[in-house]
């Protein structure tokens, strides 16, 4: 064993970030040699939310070796086929953003520029219809797509939306029974290395003193290690996503689970629904300066569709990234090193990027200095673009019913963003760069849901014979229809993974 490899590795903070990185450590770092500690303090608590989740955590469990039924069974998790966005881009209007694809690709053409000339000749329904996903999903049906699952079943992308406390517990039980050591206690000190400042030990409430080589700092949003010890400083993006308080309370539901997730907007924010087996999980999303915390949390108790199951929680946030994810030999992750409003469910894809991108640089004793601005780049990259994402649904919007919406409509965006919504407008280009997380599909999906049409298309879809396209299309249409009628109800999918009855009645939730 090289003994310049690190030995002594100490997570701070046992949320969601914490046990995630214990578990993908306590399989990746299995060396014999090195060494996790988490530390965790009950009297603190956690955070509590985060329930919907974008489809690569299925990469995560699987690279753990995670059995997915298993998983569903100990989260109490459901299927997430896409978000339906409600009263976004004008009061009324509704949109899906569906994983996977739209159509097929013809010819290296891709399937929306074919869907942009056709609306330009005729009216054509709203492009979900040539999603697998938005169809299931607008019938309550889901199957999962299966190795061998022909088109267009195999076009389904799906996510999962659980119980945020049960994922840490199960992934506990995985790494502490893969070697990882836990530490109750609360961390009241830290020691830095006098020659380079680098955290030398953490020191708790009981006196107790746990040095390390590497510390992952996951302790939410105070970020222990990464600013209250190494002050790294925070770079705000709230000018561009004016959110910044949260209110949430789980309910009880009649029907479904739908296996979708709903964003609804207000006045001055939005709202979550968010389906798991046993519970709703309800929240709104508000900007401080255009709604009391009191109105909010009426807003949101008016809104339930069952009888809440605990007191509101509020929780405040500032939107932004940590300026170095990775700082000497602390690296942050989770809420630590930066947050977005959970619009488009990213925080926890975040957290397991970070995760593998450490594994993928992992240090040795040296702290080569261009692994960690390595990791700095990508993970500012990923940061930024989904930002950028989440902008566009605040900018791209026809609401003017309110202050909140006239500031959103009218404010600056990030020049990353203002060039991708030029190209889209001019022909409806979308390029994904190196490190983009949101792929063609979902850029087309909320620009034509928030009412930005391009003024024309590519040149290149027209030389595709317009009447073979027609056909087409209209083939894929109709067998993601007979497709959704044959497959199971959501409710009836996990119900037969797990082996016993559906817990709900079933009703088909919108129309596209
Ligand atoms: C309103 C809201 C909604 C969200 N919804 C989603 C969503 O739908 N999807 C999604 O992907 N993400 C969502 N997120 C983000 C998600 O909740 C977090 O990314 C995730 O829970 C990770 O949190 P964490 O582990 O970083 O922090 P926390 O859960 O806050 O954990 C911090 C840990 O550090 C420990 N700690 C802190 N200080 C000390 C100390 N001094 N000594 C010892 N231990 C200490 C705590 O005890 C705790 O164990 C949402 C966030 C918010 C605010």
């Not at 199957?143 to 517990?169: C, E, K, M, T, V």
Request: aromatic letters at 10%; a negative charge; glycine letters at 8%.
């Amino acid at each position: 064993m090289n003994e310049q490899n690190i030995r002594e590795v100490v997570i701070v903070g046992g949320g969601t970030a914490g046990w995630m990185a214990a578990a993908a450590f306590s399989r990746y770092l299995n060396n014999g040699y090195t060494r996790t500690t988490l530390i965790e303090s009950e009297e603190i608590g956690t955070i509590g939310v985060g329930e919907a989740t974008i489809p690569p955590l299925i990469n995560f469990n699987a690279m753990l070796g995670i059995n997915e039924n298993d998983f569903v069974a100990a989260t109490n998790a459901s299927f997430k086929i896409g978000i339906e966005f409600v009263n976004w881009g004008g009061v009324g209007e509704r949109y899906f953003h569906p994983f996977g694809t739209y159509g097929h690709d013809l010819q290296g053409v891709h399937f929306h520029q074919l869907y942009l000339r056709e609306r330009k000749k005729r009216v054509l329904q709203d492009i979900s219809a040539w999603s697998m996903s938005a169809v299931a999903a607008a019938n309550g049906k889901f199957a999962r797509p299966g190795p061998s699952a022909r088109a267009p079943l195999s076009q389904i992308r799906y996510a999962f939306h659980f119980d945020a406390s049960l994922y840490a517990a199960f992934l506990r039980r995985y790494a502490e029974s893969n070697g990882v050591r836990r530490i109750e206690g609360k961390i009241v000190d830290t020691n830095l290395r006098s020659d380079d400042g680098f955290v030398e030990s953490v020191v708790l409430a009981d006196g107790q003193v746990i040095e390390g080589d590497l510390f992952i700092d996951c302790s939410g949003f105070r970020g222990l290690l990464i600013e209250q010890a190494l002050s790294t400083g925070y770079e705000e993006w709230t000018h561009w996503l004016p959110c910044d308080r949260a209110v949430a309370v789980p309910c009880s539901y009649q029907n479904g689970p739908d296996p979708f997730t709903r964003a609804t907007a207000y006045e001055s924010g939005w709202q979550w629904r968010i389906p798991l087996q046993h519970r709703m999980g309800n929240g709104l999303v508000y900007s401080s300066n255009h709604i009391s915390d009191d109105d909010a949390r009426q807003l949101l108790l008016s809104n339930l569709e069952g009888q809440p199951l605990a007191d509101p929680r509020k929780l405040s946030f500032v939107t932004g990234r940590r300026k170095l994810a990775w700082n000497r030999n602390v690296v942050a992750m989770g809420l630590s090193s930066g947050f977005v409003e959970p619009l488009e469910s990213t925080s926890i894809h975040l957290i397991q990027t970070g995760i593998s991108k450490l594994l993928a640089l992992f240090p040795d004793k040296s702290f080569n200095p261009v692994e960690r601005d390595e990791y700095n780049r990508q993970m500012q990259a990923l940061f930024e673009d989904v930002r950028d994402f989440i902008i566009l649904h605040y900018k791209m919007t026809k609401r003017n019913d309110s202050d909140f919406w006239n500031y959103c409509r009218t404010m600056g965006i990030p020049e990353s963003l203002e060039r991708k919504v030029a190209l889209w407008r001019a022909k409806g280009r979308v390029f994904r760069d190196e490190l983009e997380l949101f792929a063609t599909p979902s850029w087309v999906a909320v620009m034509l849901g928030q009412g930005v049409v391009p003024e024309s298309y590519e040149p290149v879809a027209d030389s595709l014979d317009e009447e073979k396209v027609a056909d087409a299309m209209e083939q894929i249409r109709l067998a993601n229809l007979e497709t959704a009628e044959r497959l199971p109800t959501h409710g009836e999918f996990i119900a037969q993974i797990l082996g016993r009855p559906p817990a709900h009645a079933e009703v088909p939730q919108f129309t596209l």
